[in-house]
């Protein structure tokens, strides 16, 4: 059974920074895109940053500039790094894996439904 294990949790003040992993296990798992959704009280789970097995990243425009996607080949990890936080962001944070179903188009455009592998949901908590 696969499993995405997120890690990074926190809580920060407005302007600070934090970096959530992900690593999917078994180790040998295998995606063409990743990425991470967001999903605050009340409201519906966004889609913020993508990455393809190219390394093309995309983003939403709430987070573009401030938050970055990468990936380590060699620890089969995801990774996002958050900066300039601000509190709007504070939310449930989910990493999202295709098993390399997803040929073309790993962007914002992707759905949660697109994706058939999913994290536990990590909290992330940005203070005013």
């Known amino acids: 059974q696969v499993r995405l294990v997120e890690s990074g949790e926190g809580t920060v003040q407005a302007g600070g920074s934090l970096r959530l992993s992900c690593t999917p296990s078994?180790?040998?798992?295998?995606?063409?895109?990743g990425g991470w959704f967001l999903q605050a009280p009340g409201k519906e789970r966004e889609g913020v940053a993508f990455i393809d097995s190219d390394g093309d990243t995309d983003y939403s425009d709430s987070v573009k500039g401030r938050f970055t996607i990468s990936k380590d080949g060699a620890k089969n990890t995801l990774y996002l790094q958050m900066n300039s936080m601000k509190p709007e962001d504070s939310a449930i944070y989910y990493c999202v894996a295709d098993a390399l179903k997803i040929r073309a188009g790993c962007d914002t455009s992707l759905l949660w439904t697109d994706f058939p592998d999913w994290g536990q949901g990590t909290q992330v908590n940005v203070s005013s």
């Open positions: 078994p180790s040998t798992y295998r995606s063409s895109c």
